[in-house]
């Protein structure tokens, strides 16, 4: 049996289902469907800003690539999802009423969500190389001046997963 290295393999309902797909390929089908319908399709990104208008824009971006996309305005409900959820890609601005960006990534950090979700901040303003700093040994990968540029999400995307996930174009051909 060949063992496959991937990020997603290491959730045990999708490991045993890629190992017993390997040894019995007759089940692949029924249980690629299994898996979709358990687990979910994969790559989960979290958008948490106060900023309807914010919310809506950076989402449409996401719009050409195959992920699952949850916003959230409130921190507080955010954070409860997240523990549930647990998503792979965590963005979140920096300035919202209830929590900050700093005080959000300090409690994501205490139900050790760190392990799986690598966590950027998206801010309005500039930061110093200081601010920056310390913003990184809090636990963000990287902190992006809004509005959130595609090419930029691309670069997020690679890094994370090692490919841009597109979604496929459905030809219909007569």
């Known amino acids: 049996m060949t063992k496959i290295k991937s990020k997603f393999s290491q959730n045990p309902i999708r490991s045993w289902c890629i190992h017993q797909s390997l040894d019995y390929p007759w089940r ?16 989960k990104f979290f ?4 900023d309807k208008f914010v919310l809506k824009s950076t ?6 690539y195959d992920v ?13 999802a997240l523990v549930e959820l647990k998503p792979e890609i965590l963005f979140l601005d920096y300035n919202m009423p209830d929590l900050t960006g700093e005080d959000l990534i ?24 200081n601010e920056t700093v310390k913003l990184r040994t809090l636990g963000f990968y990287d902190v ?8 930029t999400l691309e670069s997020v995307l690679e890094m ?15």
């Open 28 to 43: 692949t089908i029924i249980i690629s469907l299994l898996v979709t319908l358990l687990v979910g399709s994969g790559v």
């Open 47 to 50: 958008l948490i800003d106060d």
């Open 59 to 64: 989402a449409k971006k996401f719009r050409p």
């Open 68 to 80: 699952e996309v949850y916003t959230y305005m409130d921190p507080s409900e955010a954070l409860k």
């Open 106 to 129: 300090v409690k994501v950090s205490e139900v050790k969500l760190m392990n799986h979700c690598a966590c950027y901040l998206l801010s309005g303003s500039d930061f110093d190389e």
């Open 144 to 151: 992006f001046k809004k509005p959130l540029e595609v090419n």
């Open 160 to 174: 994370q997963l090692g490919e841009i996930p597109l979604l496929e174009k459905k030809i219909k051909t007569i």
